[in-house]
């Protein structure tokens, strides 16, 4: 199932509102003696000793419009790139820009400021949002990859910085609240651009373990990604259906009208997939059994993460292809024993175990099977009648005893075999028998021919050869016959037509 696009124009739309943010203003303007950081007295104080710097920096300082103080401190970067106030005034310029509402120059004086202070969550912080921002954006997506990894390389950086000395607790703890969630979340939507389920997980968890209120996880960024988290486990190998169920069902429940329904379709479906056996008609209804009360359970605010209520048990696996191939043996009439039950699947998630007989027989070699085991009279006789397609399912997808019984009724016999022309020379047509071969237009029989065709059957054609099982392969699922020919013509009769003369008077 594919995944559903979410609150993408929502999450884009709110590039001004968290760039307004209060943890981007820096202190008070005109404070030429303050701390580096904008923080007055938690650090050495500056000063500007030259008298026409100072007057340039005040000039800047005091403008009350944006766009007019962003271009007096460009003007003043540019005239002294080394001022002792340089990182104060990448500051302003950044808080300068976010006022006039021009993003891109935001990001550069952001990264300006990093380049001048690199360990400035503010500006980190500013970077790794307006990244994505941008990420996100149709005109960018030749460069959206580099933008993603541009944002999240400034991101791990950002989860591991310390305060720094210029900065109060109370200024660091605010921007520290808004950055760590938007930090993980850019992580997250790297890992997920290089298809990176596992980090995209731990990435997506930390991030929703940082909220201080669980309620801020209901909706904007963090409700996007409870849905990218649901998704993440779908991405798995194996998939993590029962967490999948959870963070999607949660995303449901908070998410605007406009994406709740399909968002909840996603959530039933793969509810029914891991809990709903395929014959319980009430768990397999829509809305499915039992999922209101996960519902209930995920619309809680407090509820980020599974409490120990939500357990829906997993449903049995459904029969696989070799049980159902060896049921269809077993309970034909005088066969009930003849071949052994197939090995238990492996448990979910484990890889299936080796085949040995496959692994030494080449793709396409013919099968070599098993040695058939005693077949009762009455149980050859019932697997006789039994239907070609039935046969040939047996054939490609039951164990080497299943297939060493059926095969034991028809290796050698000649018959009738209707079909769709998939391939056609004078010496073999490959035709397609079965409903699934003739659905995807794949061959499923060989028939090699006694005595070149004469007439050679056109491709798509429907035509019945009669020829003697040969040999069969089982992936890819091939069966072989030879001494092909086209059935007999009825024989013409002739009518005589008899003259009655009129008799001579």
Request: aromatic share 6%; charged share 15%; glycine share 6%.
């Amino acid at each position: 199932m594919k995944k559903l696009a979410i609150a993408s124009v929502a999450l884009l739309g709110a590039c001004c509102a968290l760039a307004g943010s209060p943890v981007f203003a820096q202190g008070a303007d005109g404070q030429a003696a303050q701390g580096a950081q904008g923080a007055a007295g938690a650090c050495a104080q500056i000063t500007i000793k030259d008298a026409a710097e100072y007057n340039a920096y005040a000039n800047a300082t005091s403008q009350s419009s944006p766009q007019a103080k962003a271009d007096a401190i460009e003007a003043f970067l540019q005239q002294y790139p080394n001022s002792v106030a340089k990182v104060e005034m990448l500051q302003d310029l950044m808080d300068a820009y976010r006022g006039a509402g021009n993003v891109p120059k935001m990001l550069d004086a952001a990264k300006r400021l990093l380049q001048a202070d690199p360990n400035n969550l503010r500006a980190m912080l500013a970077v790794v949002y307006l990244e994505n921002i941008q990420a996100n954006q149709p005109a960018n997506a030749s460069s959206k990859q580099q933008l993603l990894d541009d944002a999240a390389a400034v991101a791990q950086k950002g989860v591991n910085t310390p305060k720094d000395t210029c900065m109060s607790q109370a200024d660091y703890d605010k921007v520290k609240d808004l950055a760590t969630p938007t930090f993980y979340s850019a992580i997250g939507a790297d890992d997920a651009a290089k298809k990176d389920p596992k980090d995209e997980i731990d990435a997506y968890t930390k991030e929703l373990q940082s909220y201080k209120d669980p309620a801020q996880t209901t909706q904007g960024p963090a409700l996007l990604d409870t849905y990218n988290l649901g998704n993440a486990y779908l991405s798995e190998d194996p998939k993590d259906i029962k967490d999948a169920v959870w963070f999607l069902t949660r995303a449901a429940q908070f998410a605007p009208a406009g994406y709740k329904s399909n968002i909840e379709t996603a959530a039933e479906y793969w509810y029914k997939k891991y809990h709903c056996a395929q014959n319980d008609a009430a768990c397999n209804a829509t809305p499915p059994q039992g999922f209101a009360e996960i519902q209930q359970l995920a619309g809680t605010p407090a509820n980020v993460f599974p409490p120990a209520s939500y357990n829906p048990t997993q449903a049995p696996p459904p029969p696989s292809p070799a049980d159902l191939a060896h049921q269809a043996v077993v309970t034909s009439a005088g066969c009930s024993g003849v071949t052994p039950a197939p090995p238990p699947a492996p448990p979910a998630g484990a890889a299936p175990a080796a085949d040995a007989t496959a692994a030494a027989t080449p793709a396409g070699a013919p099968q070599a099977p098993a040695t058939a085991p005693t077949v009762p009279p009455a149980c050859s006789a019932s697997l006789k009648g039994m239907a070609l397609g039935d046969k040939e399912f047996i054939l490609s997808n039951g164990t080497p005893a299943d297939q060493a019984v059926i095969w034991s009724v028809m290796n050698g016999v000649t018959a009738q075999v209707p079909g769709t022309v998939i391939s056609a020379t004078a010496s073999q047509v490959t035709l397609a028998v079965s409903p699934d071969a003739q659905q995807s237009s794949t061959a499923d029989f060989t028939i090699n021919m006694k005595a070149p065709l004469k007439d050679i059957p056109a491709t798509g054609s429907k035509v019945t050869l009669i020829a003697t099982f040969d040999s069969y392969t089982q992936k890819p699922a091939m069966i072989i016959l030879k001494d092909g020919e086209p059935p007999a013509k009825p024989p013409v009769h002739h009518t005589t037509t008899t003259t009655h003369h009129p008799a001579a008077h």
